[in-house]
């Protein structure tokens, strides 16, 4: 892994129908919040599926059978290139709403370990809250050049301003958290000046692009932490700053013994949970 990313590293000095590898993400369009929408999102979802499904896409497709489930409430879908989904775990309006901005490599083939987070984190939250599983643009592939430059987080970044706007927007008495994960910190660190959120979590992070926690330009508390067991840590900070060095200014969280995909499991989901609903 290590090795693979080096040359990367070395390396780096339109949408498409599903299924498709364009890069462009879909247009950014504003999301309404409610039943509505999702009924008219878990139709989207229906018709992808079937699409999926005529082209052999088998694993698209049951990625996709599965999200259209009543039982589910999204926001916002896009079958395009890897595909974009926003999905609300628990319901608005809630006290306490968590956004989870998600890295590389999450698709909506890879959907199911994103939605999986998120609901244990909104279990371990409790009656009251929502956790929003924001995968509003198309994430690089883990090993790709995409994943060490900032083009895609520069393109996200204007998306997630307006979707976090528009929730706080919406529910005025939500505390907003934005939890970002390894890319999606790069993400968050772009979108982040001035964004009504009370906390700006950072974990699992190849560094972010501002000198400090005060570069950000966030009203939030900024917090970082790396699991023992992540191997982002042996890489390089590609992005700037590496969030858990102390010269940074975040305020440190207890991450455990996370692996790189496993920081809302065990003792971080803890933390990551405490900071969300009391810090």
């Not at 499904?53 to 999204?74: C, K, V």
């Not at 927007?169 to 999606?184: D, E, F, N, Q, V």
Request: with cysteine.
């Amino acid at each position: 892994m290590k090795r693979l990313l080096g040359s990367l590293l070395l390396t780096a000095s339109v949408a498409v129908p599903v299924g498709g590898q364009g890069v462009a993400a879909p247009p950014e369009t504003p999301v309404a919040f409610g039943p509505a929408q999702y009924a008219l999102t878990r139709e989207a979802i229906g018709q992808a599926a079937r699409l999926a499904a005529e082209r052999g896409d088998a694993t698209r497709a049951a990625s996709l059978r599965a999200m259209a489930s009543p039982s589910r409430a999204f926001l916002a879908f896009d079958g395009h290139d890897g595909g974009t989904a926003v999905e609300v775990v628990g319901v608005l309006p809630a006290r306490t709403v968590a956004v989870v901005v998600p890295g590389a490599g999450t698709t909506l083939d890879a959907y199911g370990r994103l939605r999986g987070g998120a609901t244990r984190l909104q279990a371990a939250l409790g009656p009251g809250s929502a956790v929003i599983a924001w995968l509003g643009y198309p994430a690089p592939r883990l090993l790709s050049l995409g994943s060490v430059t900032t083009t895609r987080a520069d393109a996200a970044a204007p998306r997630l301003r307006a979707f976090v706007t528009g929730l706080a927007a919406a529910h005025p008495g939500a505390r907003i958290s934005l939890l970002c994960h390894s890319y999606g910190a790069v993400v968050c660190a772009r979108a982040a000046p001035g964004l009504p959120v009370e906390n700006l979590v950072l974990y699992g992070a190849a560094g972010v692009p501002a000198e400090s926690a005060a570069a950000l330009r966030s009203p939030a508390t900024v917090w970082a932490g790396r699991g023992r067991d992540d191997w982002i840590g042996d890489v390089p900070a590609i992005f700037g700053a590496d969030p858990v060095s102390p010269g940074f200014g975040a305020r440190p969280f207890d991450a455990g013994e996370a692996g790189h995909g496993d920081y809302l499991l065990g003792r971080s989901l803890t933390s990551i949970a405490g900071i969300v609903a009391h810090a």
